[in-house]
């Protein structure tokens, strides 16, 4: 690969350097796996390169060029993934519970952390929250559900595609429908927010 | 219960219940579709069920979170000149003026909802010869440019037109057995644009 031309590399190296910025500020913000955003910005860097060496003219390599580099990148990088079948994106991190994972007694009964006035084993919380979440409405479901995966208000309202106020009325809705829902199975809240 | 109760349930019961393999995961298109904002409700909301319960799906989905983010960053940036001469004219016209264009966000709306079709080629058209693209009008669009981009994502060919048709032919290079991706981009009149869905064709 033979070096572009001094001011070709210095705007794209600008260019690619701002990106980068960009992508891994938005990174940390989405908890996305830096070690795959590297690799990710190595490769738009070689499509840039490749794409000049190719005869494009540097001045039109605007922002939307390197974006849509950087999806296809992106893209690939998944579809590559799933094909080989590999441990996908640093898989283990949903696996691992964002709290204290909570203990049986032993009794087998959920710790009063869970605020259950009842003896109720893991499994079957489990089933009814999953017995509650089904009989919601879709969009409030998917809503509460993205909350309670430690997502923000901001990042649901865009991934819903919609106003961040609507899906604030959605997660707030909905969480009230699903303690409604699971009190009337019996898994009852005590109080405790 | 509070939520942090809630939540732990929840990582429980996905952790619980993950597939077992990716076998039924929705197409790394559908998730850009859910990050670029143009999925369909419908269908938005089934990958989104799909994601929250699927570890794979939901880093996949943060990953391409994070590059479509980073772009929408980078682009106003590149704006700015132009977004400066406008101010400095309109500078001359009234400092009210000036306060709302220098506050205004140019509107890009993306996808079926903003009225940039694509009819043809047809999703997944395996042609014979280099297409002619044909678009619905969209109303106040000042000007087209449509994108041709190779497997790689690489840009093959940029046009500008007024109409909502134009001929590949003669254009640019298409070699047979592979797949092109192409869209549209309306500049409107009154400033901002809209832009298509991508569309997908093969030659044969």
Redesign the interface.
């Known amino acids: 690969m033979s070096p572009p031309p001094d001011d070709v590399s210095v705007a794209l190296e600008r260019l690619l350097a701002?990106?980068a910025g960009?992508?891994r500020?938005?990174?940390r913000?989405?908890?996305?796996?830096e070690a795959?955003?590297d690799e990710?910005l190595q490769e738009v860097r070689i499509?840039l390169w490749?794409?000049i060496e190719?005869g494009?003219k540097a001045d039109?390599l605007?922002?939307?060029?390197?974006?849509?580099?950087?999806?296809?990148?992106?893209?690939?990088l998944?579809?590559g993934r799933?094909r080989k079948?590999e441990v996908?994106?640093?898989?283990?991190?949903?696996?691992e519970?964002?709290?204290e994972?909570?203990r049986l007694d032993d009794a087998g009964a959920i710790p009063a952390?869970?605020?259950?006035d009842r003896t109720v084993d893991?499994?079957a919380?489990?089933e009814l929250?999953?017995q509650a979440l089904a009989g919601m409405v879709?969009?409030r479901?998917?809503a509460v559900?993205?909350?309670?995966?430690?997502y923000h208000l901001r990042?649901i309202a865009?991934?819903?595609?919609s106003s961040e106020a609507r899906a604030r009325n959605l997660v707030y809705r909905g969480?009230a429908d699903?303690?409604t829902r699971?009190t009337s199975m019996g898994?009852n809240?005590?109080g405790?927010? | 219960m509070n939520d942090d109760t809630l939540r732990t349930l929840h990582d429980q019961l996905v952790a619980r219940r993950a597939p077992s393999d990716r076998a039924r995961c929705p197409e790394p298109d559908d998730l850009l579709a859910i990050a670029e904002r143009r999925l369909a409700e419908a269908r938005r909301l089934v990958v989104l069920e799909h994601v929250v319960g699927c570890a794979a799906c939901r880093n996949e989905l943060d990953l391409l979170r994070t590059v479509v983010d980073a772009g929408g960053d980078l682009t106003p940036a590149h704006r700015a000149p132009w977004l400066a001469l406008a101010a400095a004219i309109v500078l001359m016209v009234g400092a009210g003026t000036l306060w709302r264009l220098a506050n205004r966000e140019e509107p890009v709306v993306r996808g079926a909802d903003a009225g940039a079709v694509l009819v043809a080629p047809a999703a997944g058209d395996a042609l014979d010869a280099p297409p002619v693209l044909i678009w619905h009008r969209i109303d106040g669009a000042r000007d087209y440019r449509v994108e041709v981009l190779g497997a790689g994502g690489a840009l093959l060919v940029a046009l500008e037109t007024a109409d909502t048709t134009v001929s590949l032919a003669g254009r640019t290079e298409l070699p047979p057995g592979a797949e092109y991706s192409w869209w549209v981009r309306a500049r409107l009149s009154q400033g901002g644009e809209r832009r298509s869905e991508i569309g997908r064709f093969r030659v044969r």
């Open positions: 701002r990106y960009l992508v500020s938005a990174a913000s989405h908890r996305a796996d795959t955003v990710i499509r490749r794409a190719r494009e039109a605007p922002a939307s060029y390197v974006y849509r580099a950087a999806v296809s990148a992106t893209l690939d998944i579809r799933r079948r996908p994106l640093e898989e283990s991190r949903l696996e519970p964002r709290l994972e909570p952390s869970l605020g259950t893991e499994e919380a489990m929250l999953d879709a969009t479901r998917v559900r993205l909350h309670l995966a430690g990042e865009a991934m819903m595609d969480l699903l303690r699971l898994l809240p005590r405790r927010g």
